[in-house]
């Protein structure tokens, strides 16, 4: 109702007054002004619109994992070896590898000399990294963090400051489909399919469990089957805008067909290794079983919430590092199994870190600046980076010495071989992320 | 959908629809979105009483007899704090490292939180019960808004009878004072809980609370308040607490310093707070473009369209009515703007829509309370569990390839009692032996005004009507087509299976996830 920003751009605010204090997630892309706008917007060079650029193979896959909540950087990444760290977090700091020997709730070592380790119950990451096929970067953040989770996760997922426009994996497609969206080539699992994957062509797929991934009223009368796909194949009927809510509704039915032929295809077979149960696990095991049977997904986003810790951290945040190592590892030992671990990178990310004071329950609240994390045999392996200055900080918070959109940048072009700034619509100097 | 005539200009005010002009469709679309839908027979009766007493009907629930709820649904006790006895116990077999007693006290917290979660799931049953047969439809819509709005989410709580005192705190307030509410909201336990405000103490002040105060509750995200409003709020929350079910101010962990709040200096303590934010009118903004989504689209126009006007007027009117919300929805579903064609059939029905106005206007059975919970968790509306603090998005943000067949399997389900299996994870501790769980669905009575003296129903005509009353507008031609030669197909005659199977087709079309 009210434009703050004082954006004459009619599509941005017209993007404002919908979505006030609500998210972008799945409404990308609901007028034809805005449509026009983006595709404007990226004005590219015409050789742009090729796919892949030479060298850099098609079959490269992305797996992005999201910590929603905004994960503890700190303790993810512990600098054990400063003073200042243990001072502002009395109860929550993580001990050095020597002085948790005993009780096994030390640091894990990864860089003794700076003294930098990892949390305790990271022990299938940590092995990654001593494999050589895992990296950290450290400090991440951007300009003027925002501290609301809902904001800061859009900035992430559109790699705007704003939080304005469509996702940064959704240009990605739309700026290599060449103007047609590629089916199932991009898949999330999980209830909502994230802004990050919204481009203005592309849509995502998302599905939380493949086997209701159908109607089961095919199975009651092969006629009733028949006029069900006649219905649901069609995709946009004569005369229906296909901006409004039934074009939206009509192609989203026809998605929804198309996918579900090819993903429950792909689950019939078991998996080549044993994963543990846990959520993250499942959504992992279900993106190794798709890579296997060679869909042509590009990328594939998984999630994993919780994170939130403002109160009694210690526990649940410790879980949560068990979780995320252990299917980090099993996820890689089965693209290894398959020998599909040269040609998937997975990227962890949390829209923010946490503070770097611990606050009176037991807990942390909303930071900025938190490391993240590559796996797959193409990483430029270890610690990258610096750790952020526990002393000098902004507010009690971290400042950040790479901008996330660095990382973007290298795995848009590095990895997926794509023009980083037609995607990002701005230059980022690239991380050396990939090796 | 299509329309041949002349579509009239949006209005830009709160200007009444003419009576005359309120027929069965209006009432249709009325009875839809201030409720979830009925059948042709309750429509009627709806359309035949007029616009301002149908309206009033809705609004005024008050008269309408509502099922009371027994002081002893459910049980307060299950997680109860320790009394001073268990706790010195606890501590007594702490200091003497006696693991026997220890682990006894472990299994008891264990069984308690077992039984808790098992209460939860039965609040849950028996509200989605409530969204689905009350007599008061409004009621029951305007708490699941609240819920959603200020969104409580259990894992974080662990307390049932905690979730359950919110939602009849919701219930109580439905249609009532808006600023009340956000009075009544700081003194919940169960908020308090969720937002850490039981956490927040002068020496250390937790933010959480006073920022989706602001950011979300009250005047949306980014409207006139600053970082610094949001610490001196939080200032103003401390010692904001409770104690077993109720509220608690404990004012030795209250910061009665003075502090400055969008740009009021005094000794503020959240109730100052919250009246301080209501000079704002953002507030009134907000709540109202919240509103309009819910019962009016999803999808507003933009900045200079007319419904930029209607929303100022909207605010503008539930400012003056002082923040009630029933004088305010009464206007808004008298409202021209309101039956407008755009705004009809132009909303995606949320899962716990999509679910309870199927049964009510088709008439299914209910099936099984257990199984539809699960259905509308997979279409991404697990209630007594928002996503978030933000609540659920809605529109659009409910439909994606899976929530897609979901949507198409619950109602097959609703019809047939088959394909029970669109939940996956069913429990097995929940009583679900209801009577109706393998009825057959008869939904004849939806086509029985079409019957002739002959006692015979003209099958085209009987179809064009199903699909206008299930899908709420003018079917696409291509639709009519489509389902007038299935029936012919198989005999022509639309009654019995034949009018099961028309129906789970129906069920199927892209049109029917509007309302």
Redesign the interface.
Known sequence: ????TGQSD?TF??RR??H????F???AA??PLFVERSARAMTLPLGSLIASQPGVPEDHVLVVVQLGGGNDGLNTVVPYGDPAYHRARPALAIRSPRDGAAQRNGALTIDDNSGIGLHPNLTGFKSLMDDGVACVVQGVGYPNPN?????SMDIWHTANERAQGHGWIGRYFDNTCGGTPVPEGSIAIG???PLAMQGSIQK??????A???????ED??P??GR??Q???R?GE????EPES??G???R??L??QV??DRIRNAMEKTPLVRYPRNRLADQLRTVAAMIRDGMRTRVYYVSLGGFDT??NQAGSHGNLMRQLGSSLQTFHSDLKAQGNSGRVLTMVFSEFGRRVAQ???G?T?HGTAAPMYLVGDMVRPGLLGNHPSLTNLDQGDLRFNVDFRSIYAAVIEDWMGADANAVLGKRYPKAKVIA | MQTATRIPALDSTLRPLASRDFDYWKAHHLLVRAGFGGTPEEVRSLAAMGLDDAVDHLVDYRSIPAEPVAADTFDKDIMRPATTQERQAARRARTRGDEAALERFRRDRQRRQQADRRQMRAFQRWWLRRLIETERPLEEKMTLFWHGHFATGYRTIEDSYHMFQQNQLFRRFAVGNFKQLAHAIIHDPAMLRYLNNNRNVWRRPNENLARELMELFTLGEGNGYTEDDIKQGARALTGYTYRDDAFEFRAEQHDDGPKRILGRTGPWDGDDFIDIIFTQNYVSEYICLKLYRWFVHDLPDGPGGPTTAFLRRMARDFRQHDYNVKPLLRSLFRSRHFYHPTNVAAQIKSPIQLIAQSIRSLGTPPRDFGTLLEAAALMGQNIGHPPSVKGWDGGRAWINTATMFVRHNVLLYLMTGRGADVSARRRRDEPSARPDRNRPFDADHLIAHLRGTDGRVDADEATLYLLRFTLGGEPHPDRVELLRSFVNRRGGRLEGPMMTAALALIATMPEFQLC
């Open positions: 109702m009210h434009d703050t009619n605010t017209r007054f919908l006030q204090g609500l998210t997630a799945s409404l609901t007028t501290r609301s989770h809902f904001t209830r909502e399919a995502p797929v998302a599905f939380e469990s086997e209701l991934f159908r109607w089961l009223g009651l009368n006629d009733l006029t069900y006649k219905i649901n069609g009927l004569p005369d229906v809510q039934l939206f509704l009509m989203t039915a998605d929804a996918s579900s403002h109160a606050n009176a329950s807990g609240d």
